[in-house]
């Protein structure tokens, strides 16, 4: 299993979704969840910006490679 952080945010009234990367376990996605808003958006790592939301999702790591 690994883990993504993908993070979502509404352009006007289209979502922008985008992956911020892959991490080997839970305690590292959130970290680089922690950091991601605290350095883009400029928040404490607790809060999640008005429109946004970055999240850690557990995948299959077939998941992640292209046929």
Not at 13 to 29: I, K, L, Q, R, S
Not at 48 to 63: F, K, T
Request: with cysteine; net charge negative.
């Amino acid at each position: 299993m690994k883990w993504v952080l993908v993070v979502i945010s509404f352009v006007g009234y289209e979502p922008y979704t985008f992956n911020a990367g892959v991490f080997d376990d839970m305690y590292e996605c959130f970290y680089a969840r922690e950091y991601f808003i605290e350095t883009e958006f400029e928040l404490d790592y607790l809060n999640n910006p008005i429109n946004s939301q970055a999240i850690c999702v557990r995948v299959e790591e077939d998941m992640l490679t292209s046929p």
